[in-house]
C-alpha cells in the first residue's frame, strides 16, 4: 500500500480524479421546472439557462437562481382618506411573477421589496382618489385600477402583475353607524314605496270593479249576499248592514200604488 502511494503517477492520476469530481460538482446543477438561472461570466451577462441540468465555470461563471411561480404578497394594512374625507385602514394581495429572469436581476437589487413598495405607494394613491362607495360596491374597478398602475411601474424590471385584491376596508366607528342609519332609512323608503304602489293598485282594481258592477246592478245584491254570508261565519250576535234602496224600492212602490201609506215594518 505505501509503494501505490509513494508513486508520483497515481498520486497525479489520484488528485486529478478528484479535482474533476469537485469540478463536476460545483459545474452541475439541476434545476427544476419553475427555476431559472441568470449566469454572469466574469460579471457580464451570458445567458439564462434552465430548467434541467446547466453547466457552470466554477470561478469563472457565478449563477443567481430565480423563482418564476406566481408569488401571493400581503400589503400590509395602509391608512387612507378617501376622496370624500372619510378615514379608512386598508390591505391588500398582490399576485406576480418574474416574466424576464434577466431584468428580475440585472435591472434592480430585490425585486419583491420594491414590488411591495410600490403597492403600497399605489394602494394609498388609489383609495385617495375613490369614493367610499366606490370602495364599497364597485371594489372590481379599484382591484383593476391597482392592477394596471402595479403592472406598469413592475414591467421595467420584468414583473408582471396578475391580480391585486383588496382584501379588507375598516371603517370608524362612527361611519359604521352613520353607514347603519342611512341603511335604515333606505329600507323604510322602499317599504313606503312600495306600499303606496300596493294601495294604487288596489284602488284600480276598485275602481274597475265598480265599473263592472255599475253596468249590471245586479252584481251589487249578489256582493251583498256574499258579504252576508261572511258575516255569518263569523258566529257574531249582532249585524248591522246598509240595504241599498234599490232592493226595498219595488216593496215601497207596491204599497204607493195599493195605497197604503205606512207599509209593515217587520218586526
Known amino acids: 500500500m505505501g509503494n501505490f502511494f509513494d508513486n508520483p503517477t497515481t498520486t497525479i492520476i489520484t488528485a486529478a480524479i478528484l479535482f474533476l469530481i469537485v469540478f463536476l460538482r460545483s459545474a452541475l446543477r439541476v434545476l427544476p421546472e419553475w427555476e431559472r438561472a441568470v449566469v454572469l461570466r466574469l460579471g457580464r451577462f451570458q445567458a439564462v439557462k434552465g430548467p434541467g441540468l446547466i453547466i457552470i465555470i466554477p470561478i469563472i461563471d457565478t449563477a443567481r437562481v430565480v423563482d418564476t411561480r406566481i408569488v401571493t404578497m400581503n400589503v400590509p394594512r395602509q391608512e387612507a382618506i378617501t376622496k370624500d374625507n372619510v378615514s379608512v385602514s386598508v390591505d391588500a394581495v ?18 419583491i421589496q420594491t414590488a411591495s413598495l410600490i403597492a403600497q405607494t399605489t394602494l394609498r394613491s388609489v383609495i385617495g382618489q375613490a369614493e367610499l362607495d366606490d370602495l364599497l360596491a364597485r371594489r372590481d374597478k379599484i382591484n383593476q385600477q391597482l392592477q394596471s398602475i402595479i403592472d406598469e411601474q413592475t414591467e421595467a424590471f420584468g414583473v408582471k402583475v396578475t391580480s391585486v385584491e383588496v382584501r379588507d376596508v375598516t371603517l370608524p366607528e362612527e361611519m359604521k353607524r352613520a353607514l347603519a342609519r342611512q341603511a335604515e332609512s333606505e329600507r323604510e323608503r322602499r317599504a313606503k314605496i312600495i306600499a303606496a304602489e300596493g294601495e294604487f293598485q288596489a284602488a284600480e282594481k276598485l275602481v274597475q270593479a265598480a265599473s263592472m258592477i255599475a253596468q249590471q246592478p245586479s252584481a251589487l245584491q249578489l256582493r251583498y249576499l256574499q258579504t252576508l254570508t261572511e258575516i255569518a261565519t263569523e258566529r257574531n250576535s249582532t249585524v248591522v248592514f246598509p240595504i241599498p234602496m234599490e232592493l ?14 205606512n207599509p209593515p215594518s217587520k218586526t
Do not use: C, E, H, S
Open 248 to 261: 226595498i224600492r219595488p216593496l215601497l212602490d207596491g204599497y204607493a200604488q195599493n195605497g197604503v201609506a
Open 94 to 111: 398582490v399576485l406576480f411573477k418574474v416574466m424576464d429572469p434577466k431584468d428580475a436581476v440585472v435591472q434592480i437589487t430585490d425585486y
